[in-house]
């Protein structure tokens, strides 16, 4: 997976838009571009997994015991066959970068942080691209849809990363507060269907971060624009 970051994507996650800035800061943002190219280490797992359906219309995953609690997670996953059930991190040297420009230089922290913001999800859009190629022609798939969205419990975080081995196989950690470590790391599950994919669910009005969030303010949104 070659990686690259988006020096427009970085901007519009620093919030950015159409305007003019220094030539000090394009070159500090080049730098963190680069720098995060040279100590991130990414790794990603995930699995494929057949969908159940019972008698009552709820969906289930075949293998495990992961849960799909909530509205919403069984409104997306309404007509898949299979869930893409996925984790990916940028690594602890990233952590550590971020931390030290979090003391020392908070100008570099924010570039770095926008970089990573970036990078994590070219990473994930890779892990689609190779579920893809895998699964071959005939198959549709809805956007990554993670713990916290909507009514899907953040709570979940644990058992995603536990049903994916995260921790042996990326380093992947939860907080007992559900938060990812390393910072720079997404869970997320997709779902595979063979019918064209239509989503009902609004992710900005789900979102938690809705009431104050710069993008949707602009008319636009933090995602993947490939989501």
Do not use: W
Not at 71 to 78: A, D, G, S, T, Y
Request: proline share 3%.
């Amino acid at each position: 997976m070659k990686l690259e970051i988006n020096k427009n994507e970085v901007l519009r996650y620093l919030g950015y838009k159409n305007q003019e800035y220094s030539q000090e800061l394009d070159l500090i943002i080049d730098e963190m571009r680069e720098e995060i190219i040279r100590i991130a280490d990414y790794r990603y797992t995930y699995k494929i997994v057949e969908l159940n359906k019972n008698e009552a219309g709820s969906i289930s995953l075949k293998e495990g015991i992961l849960p799909l609690t909530g509205e919403n997670i069984q409104k997306h996953l309404l007509n898949s066959k299979y869930a893409v059930i996925m984790a990916a991190t940028l690594g602890v040297e990233l952590e550590k970068r971020l931390n030290y420009y979090g003391k020392v230089d908070l100008t570099r922290n924010l570039i770095l942080d926008s970089c990573g913001t970036q990078m994590i999800e070219e990473v994930c859009d890779g892990i689609e691209e190779e579920v893809k190629a895998k699964l071959g022609p005939g198959y549709y798939y809805t956007f990554r849809y993670s713990p916290g969205y909507g009514d899907y419990p953040i709570s979940v975080q644990k058992q995603l990363v536990n049903f994916l081995d995260g921790y042996r196989r990326i380093g992947l950690t939860v907080t007992p507060s559900n938060l990812l470590l390393p910072r720079k790391s997404v869970t997320a599950i997709m779902g595979v269907q063979t019918e064209p994919y239509a989503s009902e669910f609004d992710r900005c009005g789900a979102c938690l971060a809705r009431e104050y969030c710069k993008f949707r303010k602009e008319g636009t949104r933090c995602y993947s624009k490939k989501d």
